[in-house]
């Protein structure tokens, strides 16, 4: 019966810590898409420096979160995100041409992680 107890005790551990770190990377994705939107939005709308400031945050958020997600999530889908990331902040001083297509790109990233990391019936079996 102690058996029975304890594994019954391990996989409720288990799929609340699953359901727990499922939220918080949908969470965290959904903050930076529509951070990525509001960067775009001041930068379209001439507040460079309001864009900067946001590119900033972002950049902190993501590396607030990062060691959380090296646990959560391979470690693989992260590195891209780490690289366009890192990048955005730079691109908005620079007045680049090439902040839209990253911001989407950081976007669809975001997405994808977030898919990949919600369980559905065809990701289980």
Same mark, same amino acid.
């Given at each position: 019966?102690?058996r029975?107890?304890?594994?019954?005790?391990?996989? &409720? @551990? /288990? /799929?609340?810590?699953s359901?727990?770190?499922c939220?918080?990377?949908?969470?965290?994705?959904?903050e930076?898409?529509?951070? $990525?939107? #509001?960067?775009?939005?001041? *930068? $379209?709308?001439g507040? &460079?420096?309001?864009?900067?400031? !946001?590119?900033?945050? /972002? %950049?902190?958020?993501? !590396? #607030?979160?990062?060691? @959380? *997600?090296?646990v959560?999530?391979?470690?693989?889908?992260l590195n891209?995100?780490?690289? &366009? $990331?890192?990048?955005?902040y *730079? /691109?908005v %001083?620079?007045?680049?041409? %090439?902040?839209?297509? !990253?911001? @989407? !790109?950081?976007?669809?990233?975001?997405?994808?992680?977030?898919?990949?990391?919600?369980?559905?019936?065809?990701?289980?079996?």
């Amino acid at each position: 019966m102690t058996r029975m107890i304890m594994s019954g005790c391990i996989l &409720v @551990t /288990l /799929l609340v810590m699953s359901i727990f770190s499922c939220m918080t990377v949908d969470r965290n994705c959904r903050e930076i898409e529509q951070s $990525t939107d #509001k960067i775009w939005e001041l *930068y $379209t709308s001439g507040d &460079v420096q309001g864009a900067k400031d !946001e590119a900033a945050e /972002l %950049e902190a958020r993501w !590396e #607030k979160v990062r060691s @959380t *997600y090296a646990v959560l999530v391979n470690n693989g889908r992260l590195n891209e995100m780490d690289r &366009v $990331t890192s990048r955005i902040y *730079y /691109l908005v %001083e620079n007045d680049s041409r %090439e902040l839209h297509s !990253e911001l @989407t !790109e950081l976007e669809h990233i975001s997405k994808g992680l977030r898919a990949g990391e919600t369980p559905k019936l065809t990701s289980i079996f």
